[in-house]
């Protein structure tokens, strides 16, 4: 089993910064691959980044290609979004998800674990 808490959410202003976190519990995150969502009101979950257990493989949407880098670190068991040069579009609630196996997942449905959620609000 694994529990996941994120943290780090907040109000920004267009074109700042913002890093999320997420906390896991569980012997066995080293083994964890690890994806971040986000769904914004009216609008479907949707795919932001993802790592590998190993750290090694990551991937990004598209449209945060470039501005978000996600990170994780296996001593503190926890796995960070940063978010640069946001933007309004950008709003919305981050989920971090987790799954047992390596490589990087993009849907939803692939991952077991999910998190509570962080609002990210950016203003123009």
């Known amino acids: 089993q694994v529990q996941l808490v994120e943290s780090g959410g907040g109000l920004v202003q267009a074109g700042g910064s913002l890093r999320l976190s997420c906390a896991a519990s569980?012997?066995?995150?080293?083994?964890?691959?690890m994806g971040w969502f986000r769904q914004a009101p009216g609008k479907e979950r949707e795919f932001v980044a993802a790592?590998?257990?190993?750290?090694?493989?990551?991937d990004y949407a598209a449209s945060v290609k470039g501005r978000f880098t996600i990170s994780r670190d296996t001593a503190k068991n926890t796995v960070y979004l940063q978010m640069t040069s946001l933007k309004p579009e950008d709003t919305a609630v981050y989920y971090c998800a987790a799954r047992r196996g390596d490589g990087v997942y993009y849907i939803a449905n692939d991952y077991n674990y999910w998190g509570q959620g962080t609002q990210v609000t950016v203003a123009s």
């Open positions: 569980g012997r066995a995150f080293n083994y964890y691959a």
């Open positions: 790592i590998s257990w190993s750290g090694m493989i990551t």
